[in-house]
Antibody, heavy 123, light 110 residues
C-alpha cells in the first residue's frame, strides 16, 4: 500500500524557517517524480514544487522561488521542503504527492497524496 | 497564472447526474489535453479521479467521466451517491509549462 506521511509543520513567525519531511512507503520511491502541493485554509490547491527521480531537476512556483528548496533522499525514501523567509501567505496545509503524469517540468497529475501538514506563519 | 474557473457549488439528488465545469483559456485548458480532476472530502487528501481530460485511474468508478470542449473541461458524475458529496478541483497544464488548479466546486447531494 502506497503511503506518504508528512511531518514538520507548525507555527512560525514571519521571516522564519521550517523544514517539511515526507516519508514514502509501498512503492519504489526512486522511480517517481515527487511534488509538494499546498492548500491555504478554506482555499484551493496550489502546486509548489517538483523534483525529478534523481533530484537533478527541480521546479518551483514563482511565489516561492529563492525561498523554498525541494530535495529528496532516495536511500531514506524521503522528500523534503526547506522553507525560508516565510510569509503570512505561505500559511497552508502542505501535501506531499506522487506524480502520476509528467511533461517536464509540469506535474500533470498526482495519484497519491499524504494527509498534509499545517504550516502557520504568524506573529 | 490565474486559477481556472469553477462554479462554487453544484447540487443534485441521489441517482441523478451532475456536471462540473472548469473554464480556462487557449493557453491552458483549450490548448492541451492535460486536464485532471480531484475529489477531496473534508479534512482529507485529494484523490485523483480523471487525468488527461477523460482517463480514469485504476479503481475509480466509471460513474465519473471527463470531457472537454474548447476552453472548458467538464466532470460528469452519473448515478449520484451520498459518498460523492465533496469538493472537486480541476487542474490543467499551461503554456508556462506549469500546472494550475481551479478554485474548487462543492458538490452537495440533496
Amino acid at each position: 500500500e502506497v503511503q506518504l506521511v508528512e511531518s514538520g509543520g507548525g507555527l512560525v513567525q514571519p521571516g522564519g524557517s521550517l523544514r517539511l519531511s515526507c516519508a514514502a512507503s509501498g512503492f519504489t520511491f526512486s522511480s517517481y517524480w515527487m511534488s509538494w502541493v499546498r492548500q491555504a485554509p478554506g482555499k484551493g490547491l496550489e502546486w509548489v514544487a517538483n523534483i525529478k527521480q534523481d533530484g537533478s531537476e527541480k521546479y518551483y512556483v514563482d511565489s516561492v522561488k529563492g525561498r523554498f528548496t525541494i530535495s529528496r533522499d532516495n536511500a531514506k525514501n524521503s522528500l523534503y521542503l526547506q522553507m525560508n523567509s516565510l510569509r503570512a501567505e505561505d500559511t497552508a496545509v502542505y501535501y506531499c504527492a506522487r506524480v502520476f503524469r509528467v511533461v517536464v517540468p509540469a506535474a500533470l497529475a498526482f495519484d497519491y497524496w499524504g494527509q498534509g501538514t499545517l504550516v502557520t506563519v504568524s506573529s | 497564472q490565474s486559477a481556472l474557473t469553477q462554479p462554487a457549488s453544484v447540487s443534485g439528488s441521489p441517482g441523478q447526474s451532475i456536471t462540473i465545469s472548469c473554464t480556462g483559456t487557449s493557453s491552458d485548458v483549450g490548448g492541451y489535453n492535460y486536464v485532471s480532476w480531484y475529489q477531496q472530502h473534508p479534512g482529507k487528501a485529494p484523490k485523483l479521479m480523471i487525468y488527461d481530460v477523460s482517463n480514469r485511474p485504476s479503481g475509480v468508478s466509471n460513474r465519473f467521466s471527463g470531457s472537454k470542449s474548447g476552453n472548458t473541461a467538464s466532470l460528469t458524475i452519473s448515478g449520484l451517491q451520498a459518498e460523492d458529496e465533496a469538493d472537486y478541483y480541476c487542474s490543467s497544464y499551461t503554456s508556462s509549462s506549469l500546472v494550475v488548479f481551479g478554485g474548487g466546486t462543492k458538490l452537495t447531494v440533496l
